[in-house]
């Protein structure tokens, strides 16, 4: 199969599909939809089931495709699919029957604007569809929010790892700048495919009849009619939640050591952050960043502590406010958190980042 660390120039989707195939990853249904087609297109014109046995196949629709991924997790396989916006829309019934089951799986969202069908270029409005769950019930899904081509390569086999730990669906919340740009890329080490006995060992759980001998049958369900089961069944989600929400808050910070005020942003409005954080440097303002990798579950206490010394947080997002909410809560009022937005596909320019800091911080009167 070639050099274990092959360096290749790729697109952010292009990466998705490289990294699935080397990080065993048993399954992939999908359905093509802008900007993140080529995740399926990769997938078909490198035919990992003739290196691999890793089956790719087009879907009739999205709802066809999270519905597979729910079988295919319930048998305890690395599966995955991959959306965009509206595609995910529909895709939210399953990955709440995945939740409420404890299916783990990948859903990949290359998001674009909205609502409905909206334009074809980048967004970050999925967020809150993303991290409040999306569907009906009191559930999570694990989000991670790649900043470039390389993470959307090292979060696949991170995502899959997580989902399997927990038991529970995972998503890369990506957008069609980073699903779209081209940078060079360090893709992971081949792993094989785990067999049915490794399976077996690792997912007792699974609904796929190996070990019937030694074992009743598996049911895989989210449905108890008995209200007081189904009150012990979300106690026992909850408490899953609590442990992934102690354990697995992941966060990168630039400059923030020093700074007077800080930028929250994520995915590619960070990218374009961090611009503007050089920039305003340049011109004196002593700026920091932080970014949530994950976005569920969020690093609230870290916000709360970076609160304690900057006098203002920018909140910057490719949506109308999202995010901002989540910023504010951990806050809690201890000072000003204003928010910055494009809309409809519109990626903002660091000049103008700087400039609503200028205007909402550093030269308000």
């Known amino acids: 199969m070639g050099e274990e660390r092959e360096v290749l120039l790729l697109k952010g989707n292009e990466a998705i599909a490289h990294a699935a195939i080397r990080c065993g990853c048993d399954g992939y249904f999908g359905y093509?939809?802008?900007?993140?087609?080529?995740?399926?297109?990769?997938?078909?014109?490198?035919?990992?089931?003739?290196?691999?046995g890793m089956v790719v196949l087009q879907a009739e629709s999205e709802v066809a495709s999270i519905n597979m991924l729910y079988g295919a997790g319930g048998s305890g396989k690395r599966a995955m699919t991959s959306s965009s916006s509206p595609g995910v829309a529909l895709m939210q019934e399953g990955i709440g029957y995945m939740a409420g089951a404890e299916v783990p799986g990948?859903?990949?969202?290359?998001?674009?604007?909205?609502?409905?069908?909206?334009?074809?270029?980048?967004?970050?409005?999925?967020?809150?569809?993303?991290?409040?769950?999306?569907?009906?019930?009191?559930?999570?899904?694990?989000?991670?929010a790649p900043a470039s081509v390389q993470e959307m390569a090292d979060f696949v086999d991170l995502a899959f790892e997580l989902?399997?730990?927990?038991?529970?669906?995972?998503?890369?919340?990506?957008?069609?700048?980073?699903?779209?740009?081209?940078?060079?890329?360090?893709?992971?080490?081949?792993?094989?495919?785990?067999?049915?006995?490794?399976?077996?060992?690792?997912?007792?759980?699974?609904?796929?009849?190996?070990?019937?001998?030694?074992?009743?049958?598996?049911?895989?369900?989210?449905?108890?009619?008995?209200?007081?089961?189904?009150?012990?069944?979300?106690?026992?989600?909850?408490?899953?939640?609590?442990?992934?929400?102690?354990?697995?808050?992941r966060y990168e910070e630039n400059g923030c050591d020093d700074c007077d005020y800080a930028i929250v942003a994520f995915g590619s409005a960070a990218r374009i952050s961090q611009k503007a954080v050089d920039t305003a440097r340049k011109k004196g303002y002593k700026i920091g960043i932080f970014r949530p990798i994950t976005l569920w579950p969020f690093p609230?206490?870290?916000?709360?502590?970076?609160?304690?010394?900057?006098?203002?947080?920018?909140?910057?997002?490719?949506?109308?406010?999202?995010?901002?909410?989540?910023?504010?809560?951990?806050?809690?009022?201890?000072?000003?958190?204003?928010?910055f937005g494009r809309l409809g596909g519109i990626v903002p320019d660091p000049d103008e980042i700087v400039q609503a800091l200028e205007e909402r911080f550093i030269h308000r009167k």
């Open 32 to 52: 093509p939809i802008t900007p993140q087609s080529e995740v399926l297109e990769t997938l078909a014109a490198l035919k990992p089931w003739e290196t691999t």
């Open 106 to 144: 990948l859903i990949v969202n290359v998001q674009r604007g909205g609502p409905g069908l909206g334009t074809i270029q980048p967004s970050q409005s999925d967020y809150n569809q993303a991290t409040r769950g999306g569907g009906n019930g009191d559930y999570n899904v694990i989000v991670l």
């Open 163 to 249: 989902a399997f730990r927990y038991r529970n669906p995972a998503m890369i919340l990506s957008d069609g700048v980073i699903g779209q740009m081209m940078e060079k890329v360090v893709l992971p080490p081949y792993k094989p495919r785990r067999t049915e006995e490794e399976i077996a060992q690792e997912c007792p759980w699974a609904a796929n009849g190996h070990g019937l001998k030694n074992r009743k049958p598996n049911v895989i369900t989210s449905l108890e009619l008995e209200s007081s089961v189904m009150e012990v069944r979300n106690l026992h989600l909850q408490e899953k939640y609590r442990q992934i929400a102690e354990n697995e808050v």
């Open 300 to 339: 609230e206490k870290e916000i709360a502590r970076l609160s304690e010394h900057v006098k203002g947080i920018l909140v910057v997002e490719i949506n109308a406010g999202q995010m901002v909410f989540d910023v504010r809560a951990a806050v809690n009022g201890r000072i000003p958190v204003e928010h």
